[in-house]
Nanobody, 125 residues
Framework: QVHLVESGGGLVQPGDSLKLSCTTS????????MGWFRQAPDKERGEWVG?????????LISDSVKGRFTISRDHAQNTVYLQMNNLVPDDTGVYYC?????????????????WGQGTQVTVSS
């Protein structure tokens, strides 16, 4: 099982940007893809935000954040990033990264094998 650690969350104002990071706490990432999910305070289930394949770098972004969020990865840093721009209050929630061991890139919670503990993002004026 991969041990993932997220960082970069915080309290920001509408229109601000944040860059979340996700890395493995032990060793290097060897799975197929990484995904980002978020859990809003008033929602029961997590929402898929986007994902990226580790080797090829193919990324997908949810329509709900397309144009504002981008995903990237850095092999040298063993890290996946979620760049979030022009944040709005509806982006508030706990953001989780998750790893998937085999293709293809998927968007469901059950499609991912290991999860981090999450990082809180709060967008408020």
């Amino acid at each position: 099982q991969v041990h993932l650690v997220e960082s970069g969350g915080g309290l920001v104002q509408p229109g601000d940007s944040l860059k979340l990071s996700c890395t493995t706490s032990v060793g290097t990432f060897s799975g197929y893809a990484m995904g980002w999910f978020r859990q809003a305070p008033d929602k029961e289930r997590g929402e898929w935000v986007g994902g990226i394949t580790w080797i090829g770098g193919m990324s997908l972004i949810s329509d709900s954040v397309k144009g504002r969020f981008t995903i990237s990865r850095d092999h040298a840093q063993n890290t996946v990033y979620l760049q979030m721009n022009n944040l709005v209050p509806d982006d508030t929630g706990v953001y989780y990264c998750a790893s998937r061991n085999k293709p293809p890139l998927r968007t469901g919670l059950a499609d991912y094998d290991s999860w981090g503990q999450g990082t809180q993002v709060t967008v408020s004026s």
